[in-house]
T-cell receptor, first 117, second 111 residues
Framework: GAVVSQHPSRVICKSGTSVKIECRSL??????MFWYRQFPKQSLMLMAT?????????EQGVEKDKFLINHASLTLSTLTVTSAHPEDSSFYIC?????????????FGPGTRLTVL | QKEVEQNSGPLSVPEGAIASLNCTYS??????FFWYRQYSGKSPELIMF????GDKEDGRFTAQLNKASQYVSLLIRDSQPSDSATYLC???????????FGSGTQLTVLP
């Protein structure tokens, strides 16, 4: 149980294009999903927290107009990197947490490696 | 500013030995404490979580929590080369129970 998938696993794009990353909880309903970014040799940095049906809460320093998050259902959240630039190249990881009393811990997706040329 | 501190390592232990990983945190209101293992190029994998003071054992892993000292540790008994990875300490706090991660400790288990 507690499987979280991400798609795509790897994406290479040109500077200025937009990239959408999907995060799905496969066997449980995720009331809350989190998006993290990890640069090489660094730890995970929380970008934003999203609850199903409401606007995401962004961490300080994360541009909400650049990193668009949609949590349309209890099993799907998407992160869109708009007008991507080389400095946005990173490992993007989502996690999902279930309803109270079940899968209360965060379970992580396999990550998406974004390379912007 | 919530902070989670870990020794970055690298930590090397021989196969079969006990590996000891330590973590301190700054937010006294922290509620839950997690240890994740991350292999290179992969996402974190949950090993253990602990909520209450004391020890919690799961197989070869033991998590220890001391809220008064704001300290949490992970012991890995009978370490195996497959345990070689970066171990991330994470602390949950706030109404959204967001995780704040430490920088990770790189563990190498030598055959």
């Amino acid at each position: 149980g507690a499987v979280v998938s991400q798609h795509p696993s790897r994406v290479i794009c040109k500077s200025g294009t937009s990239v959408k990353i999907e995060c799905r909880s496969l066997d449980f309903q995720a009331t809350t999903m989190f998006w993290y970014r990890q640069f090489p040799k660094q730890s995970l940095m929380l970008m934003a927290t999203s609850n199903e049906g409401s606007k995401a809460t962004y961490e300080q320093g994360v541009e909400k107009d650049k990193f668009l998050i949609n949590h349309a259902s209890l099993t799907l959240s998407t992160l869109t990197v708009t007008s991507a630039h080389p400095e946005d190249s990173s490992f993007y990881i989502c996690s999902a947490r279930g309803v109270a009393g079940s899968y209360n811990e965060q379970f992580f997706g396999p990550g998406t490696r974004l390379t912007v040329l | 500013q919530k902070e989670v501190e870990q020794n970055s390592g690298p930590l090397s232990v021989p196969e079969g030995a006990i590996a000891s990983l330590n973590c301190t945190y700054s937010d006294r209101g922290s509620q839950s404490f997690f240890w994740y293992r991350q292999y290179s190029g992969k996402s974190p994998e949950l090993i253990m979580f602990i909520y209450s003071n004391g020890d919690k054992e799961d197989g070869r892993f033991t998590a220890q929590l001391n809220k008064a000292s704001q300290y949490v540790s992970l012991l890995i008994r009978d370490s195996q080369p497959s345990d070689s990875a970066t171990y991330l300490c994470a602390v949950s706090s706030g109404s959204a129970r967001q995780l704040t991660f430490g920088s990770g400790t790189q563990l190498t288990v030598l055959p």
